[in-house]
């Protein structure tokens, strides 16, 4: 009997410290912020809790292979505008899609490139605009006949998006015009605002990670332009024109 009431403390003592530590309060700014904490290392169980907050609207932030994300369920209205409020951006600036497969692109979006060339592109660190498809939520980047679709080289994210099995709205984890994060302390003043924070560590090492992923157009067949250049230019371009596509101005 002892030691069946033994491991009932020492469960109830591990669960709590578990919820004490996703639960912690830090301070910031001479303020007391309660945020939960959540560590990408703990794998699905972090997954699972993710799924939770976003089937329940929730905005979470994430690390991705470039930098700090926030994410929200794309096809949950009041989840985009709360991203769009959390970071004082202007609904003129679209909101990304990340998807957790390249079989999940042609869902939500029109695509032009060929198996072999998305399979390159596909995990890593660049943002494909094409045309999007009207089964995405029409109050996604409303007037606007593309989305860019994103599936990080990012093990975390793309369970998330693998499990929810529905497009992710994302977009840097930062107020407006502020540089992008590659640690989550770097954007503590947002923490109050969102239902989770998921710790990946530090992202990159040098400056030049927090150019973001590197933005391409091929919603025209045969052709790309470049939006942004990104972390990744020179390997996106030449895996572009390796397969043939032209850059138009």
Not at 41 to 61: I, K, M, N, P, Q
Not at 77 to 82: L, N, P, S, V
Not at 213 to 230: A, C, F, L, N, Q
Request: hydrophobic content about 40%; glycine content about 6%; charged content about 20%.
């Amino acid at each position: 009997m002892s030691l069946l009431l033994n491991r009932v403390i020492a469960d109830s003592l591990h669960y709590c410290a578990k919820f004490l530590r996703n639960m912690s309060l830090v301070t910031t700014r001479g303020r007391d912020t309660a945020a939960n904490i959540l560590k990408a290392s703990d794998g699905l169980d972090a997954v699972w809790e993710c799924a939770r907050l976003l089937e329940r609207g929730g905005v979470l932030a994430v690390p991705t292979d470039t930098i700090y994300g926030l994410t929200a369920s794309a096809l949950d209205t009041g989840a985009i505008e709360r991203i769009y409020s959390i970071k004082g951006r202007t609904k003129m600036r679209p909101l990304a899609i990340c998807v957790g497969r390249i079989n999940d692109i042609d869902k939500w979006a029109i695509n032009t490139l060929s198996t072999d060339l998305l399979d390159e592109l596909l995990p890593g660190p660049v943002t494909l605009v094409m045309r999007r498809r009207e089964s995405l939520n029409p109050s996604l980047n409303p007037a606007i006949e593309t989305v860019g679709v994103r599936i990080p080289h990012s093990h975390f994210i793309t369970e998330l998006a693998q499990h929810f099995d529905k497009p992710l709205a994302l977009t840097s984890a930062n107020v407006s015009n502020e540089k992008s994060t590659l640690a989550i302390e770097e954007f503590q003043s947002l923490w109050p605002q969102l239902d989770a924070v998921v710790d990946g560590g530090r992202i990159g090492n040098n400056s030049a990670s927090r150019d973001g992923s590197t933005v391409v157009d091929v919603s025209v067949e045969g052709y790309y332009k470049i939006i942004r250049p990104g972390c990744a230019l020179m390997q996106t371009s030449a895996l572009l024109m390796k397969y043939g596509l032209k850059e138009s101005s």
